[in-house]
Structures are given as C-alpha cells and as structure tokens.
C-alpha cells in the first residue's frame, strides 16, 4: 500500500467542514488520502466573510506548519469578495469552467509569491466550487427531489435551464442554495444538505461535475 497522503482542507464553514467529515473524507481514504477539513479562521467568528486576506493567514499557518503535508482549499464562488486573486477578471470569462481556471490559477500563483520558500507548487491545491457546495446535490435529480419531497420535474427544469449542475449560478435568487430553500423547507444547508450528499454519493457527483472531478484527481494522484 502506498503512503498516506495527509492534507489539511481550509473551509468556507460548517456545510462544507461535515461534507467532508462524513461524505468525502471517507471515499478519499480508499485513494489513501487523509483530508481533514479546518473552517477558516477569525477571531470571533468563523464560516462566512470569503475574503483572501483571511484565507491567505490560514493557508501561510497550515502551509508552514508541517512540509510533509499538503494543503487544499474549499470555497464557494458565490459569495467570494472582490479582493480575491483572479476575481475581476473571472467576472469577465463566459464559461463556469473558465471563472474556475482563472480563480484557481490566480489564487496559486499569488499564494506561490507570497510563499516562494514553502514549495506551494506542489503543496497548495486550490479550489473555488462552482458555484456553491449545493450544485453538487443536484447530481442527482431523483434523489434530491425525493429528500425535499418535490417533484423530480422540478429539478430537472432547473438542470434544463442552467446545463449540468456547477452551471447553477451564483445571484442572490439563482444560486443552488438559494433555489433549494425556494423549492421546499425541508432544505437546510447543513443537516440536510449533508444527507443528500450521502445518499448520491461522490462517484455520481464526480461523473456530473466535472470541476469537482478534477479537485478530487488532483489530489488523488499528489
């Protein structure tokens, strides 16, 4: 068996800090990946206020603290303030794909410079979900419709309108959690949202959005 890779997971808040703890890490550890999610930190608070100078203190923390270990990065495009590395010019990309590449790519490089001795390189894995956690639970239709008790036709107009389920985008009024709430009040971003994941699962989810896929490649083959 190959060595255990062990990699800290910065987080946006609780929904994805349990998604991890009870959906993802588990599967991951099959490819001997060992993530263990930490929710950002503020004194005070925590979840919430995407902003990269609060992130950039948590990744320089856990990037210093262990160079046998990587870091990643879990954090919902909507909702992300304008400071962030590559923001602006991700508003100005058509494709979801694109916004992803370029906040990606922007956020790595910047965490590179700011760290040029902590071979960020290969130890600092970024990834910005398109465009919320919640698109993933739209993997499966069936599924998600039965936990909110509404009609599958209702979530299959939604993936009509939008394409594929990192297509759902990110207003006030049309991003996945925010359809999810209107939909029924059954959803809670946490508890349920975390129940739906479960039941789909991440090979479903892998195979419906492709962003997501690629994140977890990634790490699978560090």
């Not at 919430?48 to 954090?75: L, P, S, Y």
């Not at 916004?99 to 960020?120: C, D, G, H, Q, W």
Request: charged content about 25%; overall charge positive.
């Amino acid at each position: 068996m190959s060595e255990c890779k062990e990699i800290i997971a910065i987080v946006e808040g609780s929904t994805e800090q349990r998604f991890i703890k009870q959906v993802l890490a588990p599967y991951l550890i099959n490819s001997n990946v060992y993530l263990t999610p930490i929710i950002l930190d503020k004194p005070g608070e925590k979840g919430g206020d995407v902003k990269f100078a609060r992130a950039q203190n948590d990744i320089e923390k856990h990037i210093k603290q262990r160079r046998d270990t990587w870091v990643t990065m879990f954090v919902d495009y909507y909702g992300i303030r304008a400071d962030w590395p590559g923001y602006q010019d991700s508003k100005k990309q058509i494709t979801h794909i694109r916004k992803a590449a370029v906040m990606n790519r922007a956020t790595a490089s910047e965490i590179a410079r700011l760290y040029p001795t902590e071979n960020t390189v290969k130890r600092f894995i970024p990834y910005v979900s398109m465009h919320e956690i919640e698109a993933l639970y739209f993997s499966d239709p069936t599924i998600l419709a039965a936990k909110l008790d509404v009609s599958v036709k209702r979530i299959n107009s939604i993936l009509q309108e939008c394409g594929e389920p990192e297509k759902v985008n990110d207003s006030s009024q049309t991003a996945p959690s925010k359809r999810l709430t209107a939909l029924s009040d059954r959803f809670k971003k946490t508890s349920t949202g975390v129940s739906i994941a479960s039941e789909i699962g991440i090979p479903k989810m892998r195979v419906a959005c492709p962003i997501f896929n690629e994140w977890l490649t990634t790490l699978e083959n560090l």
